[in-house]
């Protein structure tokens, strides 16, 4: 806006800044609203965002007054200026937010109702996937149900009835799972701006389920089929193989009877005729070695289904019968052949066959040597499996070939001459035929034996070979089986971890809702780390020198324990993510703070969590917040106020309330610390504990007062004040007494609750508190007024003599109890006097009292009331008090009444009674006597340590401010016997003085109530005639009281000298006794050094005697002193009365003379004189108090007479009227005074 409108139109700049607030309000709702994404198909999500879209609705709808008031302002702004400019501005910024109010409240509701219509679909979603889980299950369990495949027709036939049924039910099922897909399908469509994961993932799910249910069905039904038609063909292929086997073995056994027959091994065509017969036999056989082996296999798998059954012990027949007969046949072939074979060059067949055979079996072994190592991986152990299957089926067909020709060779040798095979010839000669043969029958025999061997070791390599395979496959089989499982594990979770939304995009309310889902996630994997231990374990079995992994299942174990490391890293970094954002930005973090403060003004933390402020126009920073300096400045202003106190008191009271601590109750501060669990007074706070206990106070503030808590800068205010007083090098640190003692110090609740409850924190288990702990109390408590810079008013910041006071009040008991606490407090010592006055300041301003200021005639009289207790009808207003201001006649120093709330009939009457006291008083006796508000606690003469000037803060105040009170110097002697009359002042108006600032309405009246009584009886003429009737005689008897006590004092301070005395001489003795130097007399100064540490401790001891006899000597040389006085004014007192003067008729009864009352009663002589002659000890000197003239005693008469005129004569207890006739009375009391202490009186 220009700024010439601005200055035209002042009233602008406040409708600005309204308008821009409530524009920003609005402009952060709407972006909060469209930030707002809730997980699809959580019910717990949606309602939780239902139910904060309700309340920032309610929040909408609380500031439609606040619109309205804008909208009334800115028409009133637009009706009182011509401005049309100003007039257009207005107009476009109220038709600009009742827009955006509109469009944020059309947001709202578009938002609200979209939540409850996918609170509705979400949760027919889930009421569909909780039926399509049931059907999934229920599918499972059935295939866990199915049984291995029977390979008998009814079996067959069962199950797949059973398998058809099940089909029927899955195509039914299929409707609940389409179902629940179409819902998801529906929620993904229609709220895809939302978080839609979680639908995605479910539906991925149930659809992988289901497919895996069907393709198993699928299987089943395949595998149904191809056992029915193998069990339907098998009987079929076995008649086909057994009429083939039968034609064969006819075959086999014509051709074997043709090569037997006589010289047909000698006609070379028949041979080659029957050995192409043969190979025709032997191809057909060859042909049907896989056919035979599928018969057997199946017909085994037959076996296993009919087991137990006739039909298995027939089918077991002829199995058997089918092996046999194959076995005969292939024995046949090979038998055929060797006889074929068998010619006159049969041994060099069998020499070629038996080496043939050789090199079958090294081929075979170098075969299976090839097949090692067992594989890693289970693909290849399989591959290997079948390998050697086929290995072992060409061992088995070649087992009958190796067989006959070991057989052959045995028979050829057996055929041979035993006699022929023994010869030896030594020497080489040519050979017969005999010897040839033998020749080639030991070779032959060396090659059987050769292939035999070669044989059964072949064997026993392949059977440990296959044994090898089989613990691989077993092993491998569950490595896989593990692996599959956890990667399916792994792959679920990974999903999971993908549907993670930054943790930047979450909402601040539900990251604690976050933050325990993750943990219950976490808890909920600890059976997938098992897993991951088992699968390591599987794998740690396979090692070099047993079974090398592939690097295939290496990558894999590999990879599967890097995505479990990845998601544990992964949870455990959001976990940490979700408590740093929690931290940091939560309900407990201190990132709401940063709205305390505005522009140009930033809120930034330190590195140990103290805020610290930065203002970046003049690019400074301070530890204080800038409404905190504001307050500071602003408490300048009360700084006019005389009175230490109430100055202190004024500024914390200012202070509470822009901390709305003047809110908190008692009950609500301790339950806010309890509720952080802080019980250990000792333990230090750090700044997130305090954030977090404020926040839970301010919190609760605001749900009792919403429009009077802000309570981001009422948390931050809060802790700024805390820091000042208690970490003011910002260590971030603060004990929990301390912070205690401040939150409670200024909550709202009973001064004695609160004394009650702060005493509770360092009382021991038992009640009671030692010296070390009250000093840890009032240590903590004397720095609120410190931070204030008002610590000198009140003792300062040493402590100990307030804990000295508090115990020597307890008769120096070691520890105290409540009790004796509270009556200690009760007396208002001057460390703590801030608090009851800070008090009263509350209750008084809200005070309205029916009197007038007799200096700026206010009336009513609001806040503080003082009353004084020297002229009648005379009240002060608390400005004119605390800034000193009297009106003509009364002076400072003359005793008032302060009153917090409206007076009452009572304590009307006790106040005239206390100013009719008190007109027989002079100024120099209120002068003299000054009445402390409060109890000192630091003596002067008590050590020579005190750290800071004594600052009395007084009722009646001296002239000089009270802030600034000089150091009372022990070389003073001046000082010191004023200070010691100060003292006994106080003692002497212990009886009927006021020890508080403020008249409360439980205070001691007994003096007051006892003068009353008195003027009740004299004016109703029934007193008895030892009690006084005259106001002299009242004065009489109260001042022998006061003499009385102080005779109890000087003789108690008498007899103290005396032991003192006693002492002093008991050490001198003893010093005498061990052969010292005598010690001088107490005036004495010691000349010479000690020469040993115990003449240091006597000197010493003897030294602290000295001092202290000289106190008490000058204690009683001040009440020589006082009495002399008191004999002086006796006497003058005497003189002025003691004049010839005529009994006078007071309401039917002769008056008593002065003398005769002072005849009646001898003890209060002296104290009516005293009190007489303080009243005239200013005006009248010494001389003149012996020849007074004679007219004094005529106005005496006059002012008596006057006074006992004033009072009508009465039988009756008519104290009412005695209030009524109080203006007489005054006037009379004040002629009485007249002419009592009038010096032209007396000329």
Known sequence: MPSSVLLEVPALADFNKAWAELTDWLSRLDREIKSQRVIVGDLDDINDMIIKQKAILQDLEQRRPQLDELITAAQNLKNKTSNQEARTIITDRIEKIQSQWDEVHGHL????????????????????????????ERAKAKLESWKEISYTVEALKKQNTELKQFSKE???WQINVDVANDMALKL?????????????????????TWAAINKRVCEREAALESALRMLQQFYLDLEKFLAWLTEAETTANVLQDATHKEKILEDAKMVRELMKQWQELQAEIDTHTDIFHNLDENGQKILRSLEGSEDAALLQRRLDNMNLRW??????????????????????????????????????????????????????????NDIHRTFKRELKTKEPVIRSALETVRIFSAEQPAEVLEKVYPEPRELSPEERAHNVTKILQRQADEVRTEWDKLNLQSADWQKKIDDALERLQSLQEAMDE?????????????????????LIDSLQDHLEKLKVYRAELVPLKEKVHQVNDLAHRFGPSDIQLSQYNLSCVEDLNTRWKVLQVAIDERIRQLHEAHRDFGPTSQHFLTTSVQGPWERAISPNKVPYYINHETQTTCWDHPKMTELYQSLADLNNVRF???????????LQKALCLDLLSLSAACDALDQHNLKQNDQPMDILQIINCLTTIYDRLEQEHNNLVNVPLCVDMCLNWLLNVYDTGRTGRIRVLSFKTGVVSLCKAHLEDKYRYLFKQVASSTGFCDQRRLGLLLHDSIQIPRQLGEVASFGGSNIEPSVRSCFQFANNKPEIEAALFLDWMRLEPQSMVWLPVLHRVAAAETAKHQAKCNICKECPIIGFRYRSLKHFNYDICQSCFFSGRVAKGHKMHYPMVEYCTPTTSGEDVRDFAKVLKNKFRTKRYFAKH???GYLPVQTVLEGDNMETPVTLINFWPVDSAPASSPQLSHDDTHSRIEHYASR????????????????????SIDDEHLLIQHYCQSLNQESPLSQPRSPAQILISLESEERGELERILADLEEENRNLQAEYDRLKQQHDHKGLSPLPSPPEMMPVSPQSPRDAELIAEAKLLRQHKGRLEARMQILEDHNKQLESQLHRLRQLLEQPQADAKVNGTTLSSPSTSLQRSDSSQPMLLRVVGSQTSETMGEDELLSPPQDTSTGLEEVMEQLNNSFPSSRGHNVGSLFHMAGDLGRAMETLVTVMTDDKVLE
């Open 984 to 1003: 006994l002042a106080e003692m002497e108006n212990t009886n009927g003085s006021y020890l508080n600032d403020s008249i409360s309405p439980n205070e």
């Open 170 to 172: 899955i195509r039914q």
């Open 327 to 384: 076995s005969e046949l292939r024995k046949k072939s090979l038998n055929i052949r060797s006889h074929l074979e068998a010619s006159t060059d049969q041994w060099k067949r069998l020499h070629l066959s038996l080496q043939e055979l050789l090199a079958w079996l090294q081929l075979k072994e170098d075969e299976l040597k090839q097949q090692a190592p067992i594989g890693g991986d289970l693909p290849t152990v399989q591959k290997q």
């Open 644 to 654: 230490s106190a109430y100055r202190t008191a004024m500024k914390l009271r200012r």
């Open 930 to 932: 000054p009445r402390m």
């Open 188 to 208: 993904l469509r229609d709220y895809s701006a939302d978080d839609t994961r979680k639908v995605e993932l479910m539906t991925d799910n149930i659809n992988a």
């Open 486 to 506: 956890l990667d399916l594990k792994l792959r679920q979770a990974e999903v999971f971890k993908g549907s993670w939304q930054p943790v930047g995009d979450l």
């Open 109 to 136: 509701q578009n938002r609200r109702q979209q939540l409850h219509e996918m609170l509705k679909d979400s949760t027919q979603w889930l009421e569909a996937k909780q039926e399509a889980d049931q059907v999934l």
